[in-house]
């Protein structure tokens, strides 16, 4: 699985991050995750808010931090590969 944060790296880019990371390992899951911080590359997903969580290429969560738990959720929807 291919996981990317989007954001300028402020402490709620930074905290999704690292709940991402946690929510991975709670999955059983290894992925390294990329942190975009460029403006262009950001806009590039379709992005108008951040930090956004992308897996795959698709766009999971955007402009919010949600727990490690609901990431978690959120990240077992996205097929191991």
Known sequence: M??????HGCKN????EART??????????A???HIKDDAQIAAYGVMRTPALVADG???VEGQVPTAARLAEILATVPAT
Request: glycine share 12%.
């Open 58 to 60: 698709r766009v999971l």
């Open 32 to 34: 390294e995750v990329a």
């Open 13 to 16: 880019c930074d905290a999704l």
């Open 2 to 7: 291919d996981v990317t944060i989007l954001g």
């Open 21 to 30: 990371v946690e929510a991975l390992a709670g999955l059983g899951r290894t």
